[in-house]
């Protein structure tokens, strides 16, 4: 996939995007669970706008990603805020050099657009390494329903003055993932049309009994299982489930 044209689009797509509830869910486990400490490492952090809230909220934020162009977004919006954090380009199936975290979160369904089964396992993995004793690790994915049912074989679009968009969804080769092809329009202020972008993603995801299995097989204790930002177990038609693991 590509996000070299994406990264600069991508806050004005996400602009309505429930970021504080992000920052409210992990504020209140981290208080349930009795976690002390605020150094917070955020996985595929993107154009950084979680890792700037969370920064503002006193944590000690360490964001990685690895788009150069998401994260060269990222900088330039800690900067402008007067908010130092370290961004590094990097795998997060390996997290070597990074140290020890409080807690490490990957939000915004970020795990889903891991492609295979191992990855997912190499990055429970990598997080267990980089967590402290008793840290949490906390990240959100879209459901089987989500995926089967909101995106599989829809279309979407946008029709804006400055940036419009036709985004296509189909099922993917494995079961529970689906590839979206997306074309955007935006407009050049200087000459008066559009350039085009195309992008190809995919996304992949599990049912929560793996997922769960998966995080024990790492070390973890898993904590809780919720939907929707929600403090309620998943239902059928839950669209996003939430995870918090403790390291043990």
């Not at 919006?77 to 961004?87: D, L, M, N, S, T």
């Not at 998966?214 to 204790?221: I, N, R, S, V």
Request: hydrophobic share 35%; aromatic share 16%; proline share 2%.
């Amino acid at each position: 996939m590509s996000y070299e044209q994406f990264a600069y689009l991508y806050d004005e797509l996400m602009k309505d995007a429930p970021y504080d509830e992000w920052v409210r869910f992990v504020k209140e486990r981290l208080a349930k669970y009795d976690v002390s400490g605020g150094r917070l490492l955020d996985l595929a952090c993107g154009t950084g706008e979680l890792s700037i809230r969370f920064a503002d909220e006193g944590f000690q934020v360490t964001g990685i990603d690895l788009s150069s162009d998401m994260l060269a977004v990222a900088q330039a919006k800690a900067e402008k805020k007067g908010v130092r954090i370290p961004f590094f380009e990097q795998n997060m199936l390996d997290l070597d050099g990074q140290g020890q975290f409080d807690v490490i979160g990957i939000f915004c369904d970020s795990l889903n657009y891991l492609q295979t089964e191992e990855e997912v396992k190499e990055t429970f993995s990598s997080v267990f390494q980089h967590v402290n004793h008793d840290g949490l690790f906390i990240f959100d994915v879209h459901s089987t329903f989500k995926i089967s049912h909101g995106f599989i074989d829809q279309t979407f679009a946008l029709n804006d003055e400055r940036l419009s968009y036709i985004w296509n969804s189909f099922s993917g080769e494995h079961e529970h993932s689906v590839e979206h092809d997306l074309s955007f329009f935006v407009l050049d202020e200087q000459s008066g049309k559009y350039d085009r972008y195309d992008e190809f993603h995919y996304q992949r995801t599990y049912p929560v009994e793996l997922y769960s299995n998966w995080l024990h097989d790492a070390g973890f204790e898993l904590l809780e299982v919720c939907a929707d930002f929600e403090p309620k177990s998943p239902e059928s038609h839950s669209e996003r489930i939430f995870f918090v693991a403790r390291k043990k």
